[in-house]
C-alpha cells in the first residue's frame, strides 16, 4: 500500500478526489499526510476524512533550505520517508515482486516552489499535477497562458519534480480541446475535471507498479 503525502495550497479538490478513491478498498494509495503552506481552505477535506494535517509556513524559517528540512522532519514524523531503496515489500497478489515506493509526496495546488535540496533529497518519489500540456505553460499561469497564446488545445500534466519549475519528466497528460471565447475561470475548472481522475489514476499506476518512476 503506497502512502501519500498531498501537499495543498488552495481548494484541495485533487485532494478531495484522493481521498474518494481510497474509500474503494482496491485502491492501492492511502493519504497519510495533509501538508499545507498556509491556511489552505482544502484541509477541511483532511478534518472531514480525519486525515493527520499540518501547516507548514515557508515565512516562519529563515531561509528556504531550512523550511525544507521541516517539510521532510514533517513528512517523517508521519512515517513518510521517500528514498530510492524504499520499496513497497509487500508480496503481489499475482506472485510478481512488488518494487513500487513505500511512499510518495504528491504536489496538488501547492503554490510554493520547493526547495532544491528537498527536491533532490526526494527525487523521483515527488510528483505534480499541473494545468496544462507542459512543457507548454509552465508556472503559476499556466490557464491564463493557454488562453493568451490563442492555443487549440490544453490539458493537464502530471509529472515528477525536479529543480526547475514544471521542468520533471512527464508522467501522463490528458489534452482537452479549448472552446471559442472561453474564459480562465471555465476552462481551469475543465482542465481540473480532467486533472483529478488523472492524478488518481496516475498515482494508483504508481502503487501497483504498472508505471515506474524514472531513476535517479
Ligand atoms: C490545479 O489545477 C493544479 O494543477 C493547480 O492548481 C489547481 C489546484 O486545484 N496548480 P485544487 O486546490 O486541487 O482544487
Not at 148 to 173: C, F, S, W, Y
Not at 175 to 197: C, F
Request: charged share 20%; with cysteine; hydrophobic share 35%.
Amino acid at each position: 500500500m503506497l502512502k501519500i503525502a498531498v501537499l495543498i495550497s488552495g481548494t484541495g479538490s485533487n485532494l478531495q478526489a484522493i481521498l474518494q478513491a481510497q474509500k474503494n478498498p482496491d485502491y492501492p494509495a492511502r493519504v497519510a499526510l495533509v501538508l499545507a503552506d498556509r491556511d489552505a481552505p482544502g484541509l477541511q477535506h483532511a478534518r472531514d476524512a480525519n486525515i493527520p494535517h499540518e501547516t507548514v509556513r515557508p515565512t516562519k524559517y529563515p531561509n528556504r533550505a531550512d523550511w525544507g528540512e521541516k517539510l521532510t522532519e514533517t513528512l517523517a514524523a508521519h512515517e513518510i520517508t521517500p528514498s530510492a531503496g524504499d520499496t513497497d515489500k509487500t508480496a503481489r497478489q499475482d506472485g510478481t515482486p512488488a518494487h513500487p515506493p513505500a511512499c510518495l509526496i504528491v504536489s496538488a495546488g501547492f503554490m510554493r516552489i520547493l526547495p532544491p535540496g528537498f527536491v533532490t533529497r526526494h527525487y523521483p518519489h515527488i510528483i505534480n499535477t499541473h494545468p496544462a500540456l507542459l512543457p507548454r505553460y509552465p508556472g503559476a499561469h499556466a490557464v491564463c497562458d493557454a488562453l493568451t497564446a490563442n492555443a487549440k488545445q490544453t490539458g493537464a500534466t502530471v509529472h515528477v519534480i525536479d529543480t526547475g519549475i514544471d521542468t520533471g519528466p512527464i508522467l501522463r497528460q490528458t489534452v482537452l480541446n479549448i472552446k471559442p471565447g472561453e474564459n480562465e475561470t471555465s476552462l481551469h475548472e475543465r482542465i481540473k475535471n480532467v486533472e483529478r481522475p488523472l492524478l488518481v489514476d496516475t498515482i494508483a499506476r504508481i502503487a501497483n507498479g504498472t508505471l515506474t518512476l524514472p531513476t535517479r
